[in-house]
């Protein structure tokens, strides 16, 4: 019996870059699992489209859409949700995140920044209208926590609170007036004003429009974002077993 075929559903990106990383990512996909048809779809910007995608499946496969997404949002429970109740025997799996490897692949790209324990970091989502995505990101902060000592906020690039550059002068404010706690009280602390760096972590896939507008939220460094990462591949095809499990008649 055939496994059923997995549908890698993307954002989609205009960046040259960042639809290569995404590229990359599939063919990862499919190098982990022999023989799995691994299939391209997007729900912005590229093509082919997903209802495209879903409704040229051969009527006798069955099918698992794998949201190449970080979190819950408007294109998983809509977008990804409308196209695989169009069609029997396809099924939605889970995004990407939260997962703490992706909290510990953040963690490596600070440390490949050169962030420092006394830097502050605004974790930096696209972001949704949907109120579990920023759940979802919130959870992921919290893992990042767990691994680093470094004050943690999360900020979006659009439709939630705070965005990427509010979140980048909170923690501005926050060092000036540490600063100057300090500097009335006469101690050091380590963390006076001009000590302290705001660091963006880029809780994105890959290059492409919201990653650019990162560079301009004022903070101090930016890291690269998640892709090209072998851990991505893998957590997809966690997300593809685990939706035919929760499928799969119990005896």
Do not use: W
Request: aromatic share 2%.
């Amino acid at each position: 019996m055939n496994s059923p075929i997995l549908i890698a559903c993307a954002h989609g990106t205009s960046s040259t870059a960042g639809a290569a990383e995404v590229n990359a990512l599939r063919a990862g996909i499919a190098a982990l699992r022999p023989g799995l048809d691994v299939r391209e779809a997007y729900v912005d910007v590229q093509d082919p489209a997903l209802p495209a995608v879903v409704a040229g499946l051969p009527a006798v496969e069955a099918a698992v859409v794998v949201p190449l997404l970080l979190s819950v949002g408007y294109h998983v429970k809509v977008d990804i949700a409308r196209a695989v109740k169009s069609r029997p025997d396809t099924l939605a799996a889970a995004p990407l995140g939260p997962d703490p490897r992706l909290a510990a692949l953040l963690d490596a790209r600070l440390r490949e920044a050169g962030v420092t324990d006394n830097d502050a970091v605004v974790l930096a989502a696209a972001g949704s209208s949907n109120p579990a995505a920023a759940k979802n990101v919130e959870e992921l902060a919290g893992q990042l926590r767990a691994l680093r000592p470094n004050r943690i906020v999360a900020g979006y690039g659009a439709s939630a609170k705070p965005s990427v550059p509010e979140a980048v002068a909170a923690l501005r404010e926050e060092a000036a007036l540490r600063g100057e706690a300090a500097g009335g009280a006469g101690e050091s602390t380590g963390r006076e004003t001009g000590s302290v760096r705001v660091v963006i972590a880029s809780y994105l896939l890959a290059p492409g429009f919201f990653h650019d507008q990162l560079a301009k939220a004022g903070a101090d460094l930016v890291t690269a974002p998640l892709l090209p990462s072998p851990v991505l591949a893998a957590i997809a095809l966690e997300r593809y077993d685990a939706a035919l499990a929760a499928r799969a008649p119990r005896e």
